[in-house]
């Protein structure tokens, strides 16, 4: 067997995790979110979220992945064994893994999306058409989404990319790439934010996002900002567990959780300044649409000074944000086969990518309004019609949610007290009054905030993604 792979060092670590968590749920889904509910006091329950359920479910599988040094199946069997529930913790390991293979399989479609913009940018094609909105709309609805050759090209284009970064391995593949592309994104991020301040809509999007108005908050948004949290952070599927198993010894575990959480918290913030100051701006109706990032938001941009440009390099931010957690999800699967089935990485990350690609190309297919996978309704009840919708459904409600309690439980409940202390005070000494915090949190705190989650889908037919 080949030598398991290693961060070069913390850096490493903290950009490649940093990378997974930023994706396409800090750049478009949080600002969305955020607008339906009001601004500035969720954003406060969005940190205090992050605070108390998704910090310590961070850290429990950071913990889990460096201890064992295992994929998740073989992690969770591991420490299972001998315990309550034994080798049945593969069980949630495995769950991971599969939700890591389904996730996948659209988050690819939807990445691919911002390749083809960035085409169109650098062919001089985006400022023509951004400027007329019917244009735009009816290229992107009628033209892009139903026509199933591009849809499936980028996806693939985008899963080849992705297959490319995890192939190399942990150091010279996915570390090397987060290394590049992180610094970039933040580079491109803090330039949008600068330009952002100078348009008219900064003010009042400062005051939404920053003066919390709690009279208006409905209950709803304190599970929603938990299960916000859970996707923003890569959590409940063991992305963070994985690669945390490539984490030396001596680097912290819940300093770097704390990192990856701030920054991914910092990168949704800042997203929703860039968001909202265009939003004001133009005093646009923010629609429900999982489209607005393609639609709506480039014909505004395109009529601000240097319009053209700054599109471009956004669709460029969101791009990278997408390969960096694309890469995660690919490394989970992929080090199930590594660690488990004992392939070598080359073969598990071609054989698995091709795979997940394969089954992407359902998704890809299912957008245009005449697919007949467009109308395939898997899961029954609410807005999940169609196998990309479905998918998402599955995942983002269902299967981290309860990978992500499984997880708080077994680190809570299972695993010895002293056995998680020890382990977090390697490479992190000493670790007193926030280990109290950590292990009530995830004893209690997460448990109960993800199970009312779960509740409220289950007898609410809520939503949360
Ligand atoms: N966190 C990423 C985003 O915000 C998506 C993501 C990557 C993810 N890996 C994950 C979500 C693992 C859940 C689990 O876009």
Redesign the pocket.
Known sequence: MQQRGQWSGRLGFILAAAG???????????PYVTHQNEGGAFVLIYIGAVLLVGLPIMTAEILVGRRTRRDPVGAFKQLGEGRLGGKAWAGLGFLGVS??FI??SY?SVVAGWTVHYIVLSLQGKLTALASDPGALQTHFVDGFLADGKQQVGYHVFFMAATVSAVYFGVKEGIERVAKILMPLLFAILIFLVIYSATTPGFAPAMKFLFRPNFSELEPSAILEAVGQA???????????LTYGSYMRRESSVPRSAVEICFL?SMMGILACVIMFSIIFTFDLEVSQSATILFTTLPTVLVQLPAGGLVLGLFFVLVGF??LT??V??LE?VSSYAIDELRWSRQRATLTMGVAIGIFGVLSALSLGANSALSQLNLFGKGSTEGVFSSLDYL??NWL?PVGGLMIALFVGWILNPQEVKTELEDGHKPMQASFGFLHFALRFAAPIAVGAILFSVIFLGAEYQ
């Open positions: 997974s968590a930023i994706g396409l749920g800090n750049l478009w889904k949080f939700a890591g996730i996948l988050y859970f996707f923003s952070l890569s959590l409940g599927m063991g992305a963070m991914d944000a997408a957690s694309t995660s999800l989970v995942a983002a981290l």
